[in-house]
C-alpha cells in the first residue's frame, strides 16, 4: 500500500502545484512508482504544469460516476502517472468529492506515493482531499498571513483525524522579517522536510514555449535541487548532495582571487 499524501496550505498562491509536480518528478527519479491527483477540481492547474490538459477522460468524470478510475490514469514524466482534474465549471459544479477517498484507496496499492494536489481553503473540497489520504503535507511561505492559514489547515486535518507529517517552506528568500524556520516549527509543531528558495526559474515553467516543471527543465536550479532534498527525506533515502561547508579563511581569499564558481546545491541557502 503507496503512501497517500494531500498537500495542503490553506492560503492560495504557495506552491502545491509546483511543489506536486515538482516532488512527483523527484520521487519518480528515485525509482519509486507516483501517482500525482489534481484534486484542486475547481482551479485546476496541475495539468497545465505538466502540458497535459488535453487527456479526455478525467478525475471529474470519475467522480460523476461516468468513467472507471483506471481509464482516467495518464503516463506522466519520468514514468510518474497522472490523474488530471476536469477543467470544464459545467462537470465542475455537478462533481461531488466524497467519493474521492474509496477511489484513491482503490489504486492505492499500485504506487509508492499518491500525491494530491489540494485546492486552496479549508472548505469541502480540501477536506475531501485530506480524507482520501493518509498524511497531510502542509505548505507554507514564511509570512504572517500564509503561517496563520497554514495553521488552520493543520487544525482542519487533526480535526477530522488525518495526521499531518510536516511542512515545506517555498518562497524562502532569505530576507529580514521572513517567519524563521525554528518559528514555523514551534508554531506549527510539526518537522520541516524542505525549504525551497524563491528561484526565477519556478516562475518561469509557463513562460517557455514548452511548459515543464522545474525538475525536467532545470534540474540543478537552486529550487529543484531543494525539492529534491525534500523528496529524499520524504521517501527516507540518503541525499547524495553535500550540504553546505563552512567556508574556511583560506578557501574564501581563494575563491575572491580565483572567483570559484559554487556548484548549484550549494546556492541553495538553508
Ligand atoms: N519557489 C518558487 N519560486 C518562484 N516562483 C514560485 C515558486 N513556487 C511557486 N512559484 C510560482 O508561484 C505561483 C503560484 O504557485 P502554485 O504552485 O500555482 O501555487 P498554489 O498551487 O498553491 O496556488 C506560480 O506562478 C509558480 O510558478
Ligand atoms: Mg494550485
Given at each position: 500500500m503507496g503512501r497517500i499524501i494531500s498537500l495542503?496550505?490553506?492560503?492560495?498562491?504557495?506552491?502545491?502545484?509546483?511543489i506536486t509536480a515538482n516532488?512527483?518528478?523527484?520521487?519518480?527519479?528515485?525509482?519509486?512508482?507516483v501517482c500525482l491527483i489534481d484534486a484542486d477540481v475547481a482551479m485546476a492547474?496541475?495539468?497545465?504544469?505538466?502540458?497535459?490538459q488535453s487527456s479526455p477522460i478525467t478525475l471529474h468524470d470519475v467522480l460523476l460516476g461516468e468513467s472507471n478510475i483506471l481509464d482516467a490514469i495518464y503516463d506522466g514524466p519520468h514514468g510518474i502517472k497522472f490523474i488530471p482534474s476536469g477543467l470544464s465549471l459545467e462537470s465542475y459544479r455537478r462533481v461531488d468529492t466524497e467519493r474521492l477517498a474509496t477511489l484513491i484507496e482503490s489504486i492505492a496499492n499500485q504506487f509508492d506515493f499518491i500525491l494530491l494536489d489540494a485546492p486552496a481553503g479549508i472548505e469541502k473540497n480540501v477536506m475531501a482531499a485530506m480524507h482520501a489520504s493518509d498524511e497531510v503535507l502542509l505548505i507554507t511561505m514564511p509570512t504572517s498571513p500564509a503561517v496563520a492559514d497554514v495553521l488552520k489547515a493543520k487544525l482542519v486535518a487533526q480535526r477530522i483525524g488525518i495526521r499531518t507529517t510536516g511542512v515545506i517552506i517555498n518562497?524562502?528568500?532569505?530576507?529580514?522579517?521572513?517567519?524563521?524556520?525554528?518559528?514555523i516549527m514551534k508554531m506549527l509543531e510539526l518537522p520541516v522536510f524542505g525549504i525551497i528558495p524563491f528561484d526565477d526559474e519556478v516562475r518561469k515553467s509557463f513562460m517557455q514555449?514548452?511548459?515543464?516543471?522545474?525538475?525536467?527543465?532545470?534540474?540543478k536550479s537552486s529550487a529543484a535541487v531543494a525539492i529534491q532534498k525534500t523528496a529524499a527525506?520524504?521517501?527516507?533515502?540518503?541525499?547524495?548532495?553535500?550540504?553546505?561547508?563552512?567556508?574556511?579563511?583560506?578557501?574564501?581569499?581563494?575563491?575572491?582571487?580565483?572567483?570559484?564558481?559554487?556548484?548549484?546545491?550549494?546556492?541553495?541557502?538553508?
Open positions: 495542503v496550505s490553506g492560503k492560495g498562491g504557495v506552491g502545491k502545484t509546483t516532488l512527483g518528478i523527484a520521487l519518480a527519479k528515485r525509482n519509486l512508482k492547474n496541475l495539468s497545465l504544469l505538466l502540458n497535459m518562497f524562502f528568500r532569505g530576507e529580514k522579517g521572513e517567519i524563521t524556520k525554528d518559528d514555449q514548452k511548459v515543464a516543471p522545474v525538475m525536467l527543465r532545470k534540474p527525506k520524504l521517501a527516507g533515502i540518503p541525499t547524495h548532495f553535500k550540504e553546505k561547508k563552512k567556508e574556511g579563511f583560506l578557501s574564501r581569499i581563494l575563491s575572491k582571487l580565483f572567483g570559484k564558481k559554487k556548484k548549484p546545491e550549494e546556492q541553495v541557502r538553508k
